[in-house]
C-alpha cells in the first residue's frame, strides 16, 4: 500500500506491506521517496492512485529487486506518461 506521510519536515511517499509472518503483524516499509515539498509528493502520490492494480507488482519488485530498481522503474515510467499532472 502506498502512503503520503509526514516525517519530520520530511515529504514522503512509502510502499508497505504488512509482515504476517511474526507473532503480531506489523507494517514494513519496502520502498519510500522523500520530496523537498508537499505539492511534489502529493502530485507524485496522486499519480500513482491512478494505478493501484499495479502496486502488488511494484511491492514485490521493491522487495525482490530492491529499492533503487522500482525508483528507476516509477521516475521513468512517470516520464514516459509525459510528467506528472500540471499543478492548477
Known amino acids: 500500500m502506498f502512503a503520503r ?3 519530520g519536515r520530511h515529504y514522503v511517499v512509502t510502499l508497505t506491506s504488512v509482515a504476517l509472518e511474526a507473532r503480531m503483524p ?4 519496502n520502498w519510500s ?3 523537498v515539498d508537499q505539492r511534489g509528493r502529493d502530485d507524485f502520490f496522486a499519480w ?8 502488488d507488482d511494484w ?6 529487486l ?3 530498481v522500482l525508483t528507476q522503474h ?3 515510467l ?3 506518461a509525459g510528467g506528472l499532472a500540471p499543478r492548477t
Open 5 to 7: 506521510e509526514n516525517v
Open 26 to 29: 506489523t507494517r514494513r516499509v
Open 33 to 35: 521517496l522523500s520530496f
Open 48 to 55: 500513482v492512485a491512478k494505478r493501484v492494480d499495479r502496486w
Open 59 to 64: 511491492r514485490m519488485m521493491a522487495h525482490e
Open 66 to 68: 530492491g529499492q533503487d
Open 74 to 76: 516509477l521516475l521513468t
Open 78 to 80: 512517470v516520464i514516459q
